[in-house]
């Protein structure tokens, strides 16, 4: 049995003054970013895949 696994990485960043003036406001932006980066990564992630699929290059 071949088990195979891939990670990707995903940073959530925030500029100071322009996302926020404070720590809290800032770390929310950041926090914000991250969750929209990690989506944008997963849905890269399944169009590669199913690319792949597609050509039958892969499970």
């Given at each position: 049995m071949t088990i195979s696994c891939t990670s990707a990485p995903a940073?959530?960043?925030?500029?100071f003054p322009q996302?926020?003036?404070?720590?809290?406001?800032?770390?929310?932006?950041?926090?914000?970013a991250l969750y929209q980066a990690k989506i944008l990564t997963n849905r890269d992630r399944?169009?590669?895949q199913n690319s792949h699929?597609?050509?039958?290059?892969?499970p």
């Amino acid at each position: 049995m071949t088990i195979s696994c891939t990670s990707a990485p995903a940073i959530g960043i925030t500029l100071f003054p322009q996302d926020g003036a404070n720590l809290t406001t800032l770390l929310r932006h950041a926090d914000q970013a991250l969750y929209q980066a990690k989506i944008l990564t997963n849905r890269d992630r399944n169009q590669h895949q199913n690319s792949h699929q597609q050509n039958g290059c892969g499970p």
